[in-house]
């Protein structure tokens, strides 16, 4: 089934993508050959994916323990201990960018810049991904508790907004789609949840009962685990 909702420019647009590759499959079209920043790179997952898509993966993150297994989970990529905000290369440097669920990572202040950035290194008519989550569902009313991101996952769209009024891109496709995320239990959720950003383990702990208190009225329990639904939305953009 088709989701619709108002794009950045006012004008509907409709698209069926299930997933984060999906979406960017439709923004880059044949990944192979393709030389793709993945900024906000995290444990390595997407890297891994894009290289068995035959890219060439150059990989960013400023958690040190994250890159660690990220080196793990894609050996062929190159990654960098770096923010979105610091891109230490030529202009035209890559074929494309992808932010995946990483732009409302970035400090506030510097969110504009990292999408400016990503234009530059990347030149024009090139393609930027960005894939972000949605403040509702099932497996946000758990994890507003230990950390509420309602307010930076809305700066994070008002950059987008920005951006695409100020030239940097034109936006080419504007949609959403649910992540169905499963887990074994509510120990491994949180353990997951927690495991993002070291600053959440200590606020996990204390917040433990109302997590799982959340997790009993808003997941769906079932013989594999509990299963949670976070609204993602998706937006693929040309550089100008």
Excluded: W
């Amino acid at each position: 089934m088709s989701i619709e909702m108002p794009s950045l420019t006012g004008l509907p647009t409709v698209a069926e993508p299930t997933s984060a590759m999906e979406v960017i499959e439709l923004g880059f079209g044949e990944i192979d050959g393709q030389s793709i920043l993945d900024i906000g790179c995290g444990k390595g997952a997407l890297a891994a994916a894009l290289i068995e898509r035959g890219a060439t993966i150059t990989g960013l993150d400023p958690n040190e323990i994250a890159l660690e297994e990220a080196k793990k989970a894609a050996p062929e990529a190159d990654f960098h201990l770096l923010s979105g905000a610091e891109l230490p290369y030529e202009d035209g440097a890559f074929d494309g960018a992808i932010f995946l669920n990483s732009l409302h990572h970035i400090p506030q202040a510097e969110m504009a810049t990292a999408l400016v950035e990503a234009a530059r290194v990347c030149g024009p008519g090139t393609t930027v991904v960005v894939v972000e989550p949605v403040a509702s569902g099932s497996y946000f009313s758990a994890v507003r508790l230990i950390d509420d991101e309602t307010e930076v996952r809305a700066k994070a769209q008002q950059a987008i907004v920005a951006a695409v009024d100020a030239g940097t891109f034109a936006l080419d496709l504007d949609t959403t789609y649910e992540r169905i995320s499963t887990f074994a239990d509510k120990e491994a959720f949180l353990e997951r949840v927690v495991s993002i950003d070291p600053a959440r383990r200590a606020k996990g702990e204390a917040k433990r009962a109302e997590v799982f208190a959340a997790l009993d009225a808003n997941g769906d329990e079932g013989p594999d685990g509990i299963t949670l639904i976070q609204p993602m939305r998706a937006q693929i953009l040309t550089v100008l």
